[in-house]
């Protein structure tokens, strides 16, 4: 090889290693749906104040979306006055672009709800009036939009349309909770219909399915307005349904699974409701039973994580307050309840650590996950921006994001 062909090959290794970044956080909860970073070598302890503040940006609108991040770009979806855009920075927190997506939830606790979802040279938002809109990741055009509810025949619940978009293959799932459609896939490409789950009559909630596998079949679950269904993910065939009352459509967080158990929680009123509902799957997965139910962990929108098999999470208690839970996998024993600042929060893990955020003071902790009880190691306070603090903490390439209305936060958490 001469010298020339060597140094392009050189040069075409350091550029292709140049796009390659820490682990993405591509999608709501991460890169498995679950509230969990594949991450390493972060820091098990804060300094005083907590880790440095590498950038902030203000001027997001109204929203309590999360941030996706993926090939070096950071995206998060705001409103400002009534109309939704969907925001691109690079990780050091320049704007590359912005572009709408047309009307965006104006009634109850107004503003952005869901995530996007990125996908290669894509990036999918589902707004909280019922649209699924695709974008090309680097420039921001619009490739194709679908207005869901009008549709699929559906219409918007009590606090705007929730759950984030969710790909597999060529596939993109929402859950509109129409006559026409309760869940449907569509084609990520075009926007065409591939199937649609029709004859539950029941609307949307607030949460966003997963995908599982269990004997050979691909399966989806997520929560509507009473039940929880699942649905075989490549024809949209309904395989079953478990009742779950949810009053109000208030209920609803993003499930979990783990070996055949699928768990499911909601904040609603405790006498109307299953309460923490275990559910264990048959070998094949096409039918279901109760395992355990626990009135503890009655979860509201800032989910649960599960962790060497206990469970961690906040419960409801009213707006914003709430206790600190864990519970056992396996029998839903409760483990510890403990009050942290009197308020419930959102949670994520990553490196051995659970980051739990306050949604009232804006206080995030890092807490050591243990049975034992609530053991918070560091903490420190978010100042920027405004509102409640209800958007999901996001980590990614040893960097912890916050969303808290107008403002982005980018702080460093790499174990130096």
């Not at 104040?49 to 996706?68: D, N, T």
């Not at 029998?331 to 490196?351: E, L, R």
């Not at 949604?359 to 306070?381: C, Y």
Request: charged share 20%; proline share 4%; with cysteine.
């Amino acid at each position: 090889m001469n010298n020339s062909r060597k140094i392009i090959l050189c040069l075409s290794i350091l550029l292709i290693g140049g796009i390659c970044f820490g682990d993405d956080w591509p999608q709501f909860r991460g890169p498995n749906r679950d509230g969990k970073s594949t991450e390493t070598g972060l820091m098990k302890k804060w300094p005083e104040g907590g880790p440095k503040q590498l950038w902030a940006v203000e001027g997001l609108g109204i929203g309590f979306s999360s941030v996706s991040i993926a090939s070096g770009f950071v995206y998060t979806t705001c409103m400002i006055d009534g109309e939704g855009f969907l925001f691109a920075y690079d990780i050091e927190g320049n704007l590359k672009w912005k572009e709408s997506y047309g009307p965006e939830w104006t009634r109850s606790y107004k503003g952005t709800r869901t995530t996007p979802t990125v996908d290669g040279e894509r990036v999918y938002v589902f707004s909280g009036t019922g649209n699924m809109v695709c974008f090309k990741t680097r420039t921001g055009e619009k490739i194709w939009q679908v207005d869901t509810l009008t549709k699929f025949d559906g219409k918007n619940i009590q606090w705007g349309m929730s759950g984030s978009p969710l790909i597999d293959g060529r596939k993109v799932y929402c859950t509109p909770g129409g006559k026409k459609g309760t869940m449907v896939a569509l084609d990520k490409m075009t926007g065409r219909t591939i199937w649609a789950t029709i004859g539950l009559d029941e609307l949307s909630v607030y949460s966003s399915p997963i995908l599982i596998e269990r004997g050979g079949n691909r399966l989806l679950i997520n929560m509507i307005q009473k039940s929880v269904i699942c649905v075989n993910a490549d024809n949209g065939k309904l395989i079953w349904r478990e009742p779950y009352v949810t009053p109000s459509d208030t209920g609803g967080v993003t499930p979990v699974y783990k070996d055949g158990c699928v768990y499911v929680t909601s904040a609603v009123e405790r006498e109307f409701t299953r309460g923490g509902v275990m559910f264990e799957l048959s070998a094949d997965g096409t039918s279901v039973a109760e395992k355990w139910n626990d009135q503890t962990l009655d979860c509201g929108h800032g989910s649960v994580v599960l962790v060497d098999g206990f469970l961690y999470g906040s419960t409801f208690d009213g707006i914003p307050k709430g206790d600190w839970v864990c519970l056992d996998w396996d029998s839903g024993k409760v483990m510890y309840k403990a009050t942290w600042n009197g308020n419930k929060g959102s949670i994520i893990y990553a490196d051995g650590m659970l980051y739990c955020y306050d949604e009232n003071t804006g206080d995030v902790a890092l807490v050591k996950p243990s049975p034992k009880g609530f053991d918070i190691v560091s903490s420190f306070a978010v100042t920027e921006g405004d509102g409640q603090h209800w958007a999901h903490p996001a980590i990614s390439d040893g960097r912890l994001y916050i969303r808290h209305g107008n403002a982005l936060m980018a702080y460093d958490i790499k174990n130096k």
